[in-house]
Antibody
Framework: EVQLVESGGGLVQPGGSLKLSCAAS????????MHWVRQASGKGLEWVGR??????????AYAASVKGRFTISRDDSKNTAYLQMNSLKTEDTAVYYC????????????WGQGTMVTVSS | QSALTQPASVSGSPGQSITISCTGT?????????VSWYQQHPGKAPKLMIY???NRPSGVSNRFSGSKSGNTASLTISGLQAEDEADYYC??????????FGTGTKVTVL
């Protein structure tokens, strides 16, 4: 079964750090670009960033709102992508989804169930 | 990168057709045929409904169709059904090699 499962969400204080994981199964993870998308409660989807495959030098890119604070990485041996979040702000509170990206048509075709991150004192 | 503009809500009766617009700029929607649409039911993950402006993934009903004119893309749902009630988001590749989503549209089946 094709699947993405996020984990690692929770409550963290402003200024703190958290690392999310996204475990993939059922498809060739190593050849796929992986993206992170977040959604604040009652709000729309916001693209966070991406990491490309080894063939594309594991290149990363980030939205302006998280650049310099968030880092995306991957471990192809574990079929897992990560989102390291530092210097967290209250406005980072959201459900975080990982999603597989198809480079040929720029579509996000597989989504995880999401993990909730709450930044609050 | 500003979010693409969608109407906050669209409604229709069962069997009717509705259209959701998604307006961007020449740096995103207007510049590339990489517009996709996602359906999201409450508490669920988004689901890909349309990619490359007008292509439907396997398993998606042919009642869903997409198009684009200039800087505006559109999603049309024909033969509206109760199960279509959900939030819909467009997304586009951008000239910065990044991605942007639309503001989202709540579809209500009357």
């Amino acid at each position: 079964e094709v699947q993405l499962v996020e984990s690692g969400g929770g409550l963290v204080q402003p200024g703190g750090s958290l690392k999310l994981s996204c475990a993939a199964s059922g498809f060739t993870f190593s050849g796929s670009a992986m993206h992170w998308v977040r959604q604040a409660s009652g709000k729309g989807l916001e693209w966070v960033g991406r990491i490309r495959s080894k063939a594309n030098s594991y290149a990363t890119a980030y939205a302006a709102s998280v650049k310099g604070r968030f880092t995306i990485s991957r471990d192809d041996s574990k079929n897992t992508a990560y989102l390291q979040m530092n210097s967290l702000k209250t406005e980072d509170t959201a459900v975080y989804y990982c999603t597989r990206h198809r480079i040929e048509d720029r579509a996000f075709d597989i989504w995880g169930q999401g993990t909730m991150v709450t930044v609050s004192s | 990168q500003s979010a693409l503009t969608q109407p906050a809500s669209v409604s229709g009766s069962p069997g009717q057709s509705i259209t959701i617009s998604c307006t961007g700029t020449s740096s995103d929607v207007g510049g590339y045929n990489y517009v996709s649409w996602y359906q999201q039911h409450p508490g669920k993950a988004p689901k890909l409904m349309i990619y490359e402006v007008s292509n439907r993934p396997s398993g998606v009903s042919n009642r869903f169709s997409g198009s684009k004119s200039g800087n505006t893309a559109s999603l049309t749902i024909s033969g509206l059904q109760a199960e279509d009630e959900a939030d819909y988001y467009c997304s586009s590749y951008t000239s910065s090699s990044l991605y942007v989503f639309g503001t989202g549209t709540k579809v209500t089946v009357l």
